[in-house]
Every structure is written in structure tokens, then in C-alpha cells.
């Protein structure tokens, strides 16, 4: 079936720090891998997508990973700052039947950024 | 603000009672997903709607159900509540069935006493 695995459960690091977010998933036949930052009481926002016609994408401190082949993805978050604290969801489009856009969501990772 | 409405934003109910939520996705959006949020869980699919029409089911209970109306607004109803129940239920919408970004909304909270 459809499975995201996302690991570390809770993550946390001194500001500055780097922090480094892992998740694996089922379906070889997902292209699509996009993730949601929520913070406490909010909704989910996606804070960066990638496809599997590349393999690394940026955007200023974050930065996402594709190994296809291994079925895993990455988030990279650089010199954090307090405000990236939050609850980060990673996801994979969910192929199944074919093309409808549904994502099957990580159970996600909850990064404190210490002061 | 993302465009996609949810109401009731919160809603107490008994056991065995039966609810609606209601969600109106951003103007020009045809698909709608309902997603729940269990305490320290993450997004569980429950299903998609397409115009219209059911498009894609996720680990949705019997108890519960969806539709879409013409006008593309959805409504998840949930009944025989029980206290595992008591969850965030989050709607999203898409323009179409192709991937990319998931409109959230702010989502329905709700305690099954």
C-alpha cells in the first residue's frame, strides 16, 4: 500500500544549527514530494516541493533531496532560526489508481529550535 | 489566508451523535481532499472529491461519509461518534487532479465527549 515514513519523531537543535529531516516511501511510481510546515494550532503550508525529474532543490535556508532509487527524501534546514520551530510533514503523491493529486503525509517531526 | 473555508471551526458533540463539516474550496478549485489529524498523529486521506464526483478513497471509516455538491462546496459527515473520533479535520483543494500544492484549511476541531 501507500506508506510515508518519517523520521525523527522530535528534533531539536540550538539556534544556528543545521537540521536534518528523513523520509522514505512506498510507491515508485510518486513524482511528486512536497513539504508542509504547521505550526502549533495552524494549518499545513507548503514550504518546499520537489519532483523526481531532479534531484536536489533550494530555497534561501531549506533544501530538499531526492534519491529515487532508494525511495527517500530529505529536508535540510540551515542556520535556524526560532521561528522554524514547528511541526514539518513530509509527503508523496499517492499514485494509486492513477492521477488525482491526493498526498500521503509522513506522521511528521516536530523541530524545537533552541535559543 | 489560503481561500479554502472549513466551518464549524470547533464542535463538542456526544458519543453516538452524528455531525457535518462543512468546507468551500478556493474559487475555480474542483478537487477537494478531507484530511483527519488525530493527536500526534499526522494526515490521515480520508477521501477526494472531483467535480463532483468521488475520486480517491483513503482509510475512511463506514461511519463515515462525503459529498460534493454542484456548486463544489463538500461536506464530511461523520456518524455513530465515538471518542476516537475526536480529531482535526482538515480540508484541502486543488484546481484539478494533477499533482501540486494542497490548499489547506484551517481546519475543523472536534471533541466527541
Known amino acids: 500500500g501507500e506508506n510515508v515514513e518519517q523520521h525523527p519523531s522530535t528534533l531539536s537543535v540550538q539556534e544556528g544549527d543545521s537540521a536534518v529531516i528523513k523520509c522514505t516511501y512506498s510507491?515508485?511510481?510518486?513524482?511528486?514530494f512536497p513539504w508542509y510546515k504547521q505550526e502549533l494550532g495552524k494549518r499545513p503550508q507548503l514550504i518546499i516541493d520537489i519532483r523526481s525529474n531532479v534531484g536536489e532543490k533550494k530555497d534561501q535556508r531549506i533544501a530538499v533531496t531526492l534519491n529515487k532509487t532508494a525511495k527517500h527524501f530529505s529536508l535540510h534546514i540551515t542556520e535556524t532560526q526560532p521561528e522554524d520551530s514547528a511541526v514539518y510533514f513530509c509527503?508523496?503523491?499517492?499514485?494509486?489508481?492513477?492521477?488525482?493529486?491526493?498526498?500521503?503525509f509522513g506522521q511528521g517531526t516536530t523541530l524545537q529550535v533552541k535559543p | 489566508d489560503s481561500g479554502v473555508t472549513q466551518t464549524p471551526k470547533h464542535l463538542i458533540t456526544a458519543t453516538g451523535q452524528r455531525v457535518t463539516l462543512r468546507c468551500s474550496p478556493r474559487s475555480g478549485d474542483l478537487s477537494v481532499y478531507w484530511y483527519q489529524q488525530s493527536l500526534d498523529q499526522g494526515l490521515q486521506f480520508l477521501i477526494q472529491y472531483y467535480n463532483g464526483e468521488e475520486r480517491a478513497k483513503g482509510n475512511i471509516l463506514e461511519r463515515f461519509s462525503a459529498q460534493q455538491f454542484p456548486d463544489l462546496h463538500s461536506e464530511l459527515n461523520l456518524s455513530s461518534l465515538e471518542l476516537g473520533d475526536s480529531a482535526l479535520y482538515f480540508c484541502?483543494?486543488?484546481?484539478?487532479?494533477?499533482?501540486?500544492?494542497?490548499?489547506f484549511g484551517e481546519g475543523s476541531r472536534l471533541t466527541v465527549l
Open positions: 484541502a483543494s486543488t484546481p484539478t487532479v494533477n499533482t501540486g500544492e494542497l490548499f
Open positions: 509527503a508523496a503523491e499517492g499514485r494509486g489508481s492513477g492521477n488525482t493529486g491526493k498526498l500521503i
Open positions: 510507491d515508485s511510481a510518486s513524482n511528486y
